[in-house]
């Protein structure tokens, strides 16, 4: 298919040409290939330009970015392209937030012979766009990122050096430019940790001051067999993390509060609710978290066996609705400086799936002690052992008259009167008991951050072994997953289709008669939008001309 020109001759004498859309097809009786006109474009003089170019942006969409770029090279020769989109719109909002800008402050007075502010923002990128995690190196020399030609492993390691001895300084000022040009809601903030494992069986030893940060504990990732390291996250309301630290794999999450509170301390900032999960909730931690004004928002374990917790589900007093699928009711424990506030949260919608999941287990549970009263000795022992041992069904068994298993029905109805429901504790009078509520289900938004953090920049696997490396690599990680979240809560869409749609813009390079082009594909309505969303102007068309070198010298 291709487009051809005819012309006619008028009767004074003067030529018009038209324009038409046409392709090949093979006449049998002539044995050769004739041309067959598909749609007329209408005369040349009268040509819709606008609607050709419409046409072949279309068309182009169902092309690969290379195959685009060969197609609009016309006298030039097509060499090689590379993806541009992503590595464009993170170097944008790295400047945005004053991340670069940050760095070279930094390193002003200090005597580097190499980019290590590029070296630093390649890194991060690469973390952010390249799910199969190439070696940085290796990727920079397949993608257009602006400002690096190429880098080496040494530079790359030194620039990992200055950014965790600078981690500090970084961290505070990467935060209050996010807090100014964001506008960013910070009196609360969301804490939580993590764990990241490594792919051997050794564990760090000991040497001196420092234990090694791969240490075997408590595993998120269900490897309690592989050491790990433990990172700590603080993230704002709207999700975007402003801070994080990385302990020893052995760390317990409750001994971590005291230093998270004096880190964020010293940020100056006027009044901080820390919004904290269940495994926080020791008496000495909240009790640290209310120094120096302070003030937290903190789950409540529900099966902990605690008074509280039974007499919140006792409470008289009806629940109130503040929010499509939230219901709350407050109550207070204690008299005088003994007092405790507390709001019990209900979730309808979670109620429902909950009855629905705890009945579901029960029907096998059923099915499975019908079939277990039909074996007998060894097989029935072992049978009877395998459902007491299980996760979810050993919870809702108990031994009967005759020693085997029966169904709990006291532990159902406890279960049952647990269904969709939340017990939250706070020490701030000042908030509503929907703000309290609500707050804590924006924990939520830490989740999602430590689901980004270890799927979408992908924080595993972590090929390093020194402990300063580990930090180092958690903190581009950390750098890469902000960008992310910025560029996310900006576009209102997923960084993966975000991803997916600017990796399609690439650069090409380009040779003719006087030397090389570089130029880049058109803009797609797509990246169009990404670009208005996140307040970015487009890449320019061409962004390179290389004369071609003739070999005189200057007069």
Known sequence: MYIRTISRRN???????????????????????????????????????????????????????????????????????????????LDHLWRQLKIGE??????????????????????????????????????????????VEEASAHNLYRAMDFLLEASEEIQREVFFSCANLLNLEVDPIFFDTTGVY????????????DPGLRKRG????????????????????????????????????????????????????????TVCDRGFSSEGNLRYLQRGGGHYICGEKMRSGKPVVEAALASPGRYRKVADDLEVKELAVGDGEARVRY????????????????????????????????????????????????????????????????????????DERMDGKYLIRTSDDTLSAEDVALGYKQLSEVEAAFRSLKHTPDIRPVNHRKADRIKSHVL?????????????NGCDDT??????????????????????????????????????????????LISEISPKKTGKRPA
């Not at 581009?476 to 996310?488: D, F, P, S, T, Y």
Request: glycine share 6%.
């Open 343 to 414: 709001v019990l949260a209900r979730y309808p919608e979670r109620a429902k799936r909950d009855k629905a999941e705890r009945e579901a287990i029960i029907r096998t549970l059923e099915e499975e002690l019908s079939r277990l009263g039909e074996t007998k000795g060894e097989a029935h022992s072992k049978a009877a052992c395998a459902l007491i041992a299980h996760k979810a069904y050993g919870r809702y068994l108990k031994a009967g008259k005759s020693g085997g298993p029966v169904l709990d029905k006291k532990r159902i109805a406890e």
């Open 218 to 273: 408590y595993s998120r990732d269900k490897r309690p067999d592989l050491p790990q390291a433990v990172v700590g996250l603080a993230v704002t309301r709207e999700g975007i993390p402003v801070r994080c630290w990385t302990w020893p794999g052995n760390t317990m999450d409750m001994s971590v509060i005291k230093e998270v509170k004096e880190d964020l301390s010293g940020w100056r900032l006027s009044r901080v609710v």
């Open 198 to 209: 490594f792919e051997t069986e050794e564990e760090d030893e000991d040497s001196g001051d």
């Open 495 to 540: 960084w993966r289709n975000i991803r997916s749609e600017l990796d399609r813009m690439h650069l090409g390079l380009f040779s003719g008669l006087d030397g090389l082009v570089k130029q880049r594909t058109e803009t797609t309505p797509a990246q169009r939008r990404i670009f208005n969303a996140l307040d970015i102007p487009e890449p320019p």
């Open 11 to 89: 009767k004074d004498g003067s030529e018009v040409r038209y324009v038409q859309l046409a392709h090949n097809v093979w006449d049998k009786k002539a044995k050769c290939a004739k041309a067959q006109m598909i749609h007329s474009f209408g005369r040349e003089d009268e040509l819709d330009k606008e609607a050709l170019k419409r046409l072949a942006r279309s068309i182009s969409r169902f092309l690969s970015p290379e195959d685009a770029l060969s197609a609009e090279a016309g006298p030039l020769k097509f060499l090689s392209s590379a993806p541009l989109g992503g590595a464009y719109v």
């Open 102 to 147: 940050t760095l070279e402050k930094l390193l002003k007075n200090r005597k580097y012979s190499t980019p290590v502010e590029r070296a630093i923002f390649s890194m991060a990128a690469n973390r952010a766009l390249s799910p199969p995690k190439l070696a940085t190196e290796d990727w920079v020399s397949r993608v257009a990122v602006p400002g």
């Open 476 to 488: 581009l990680c950390w750098l890469a997953l902000l960008l992310i979240r910025v560029a996310e």
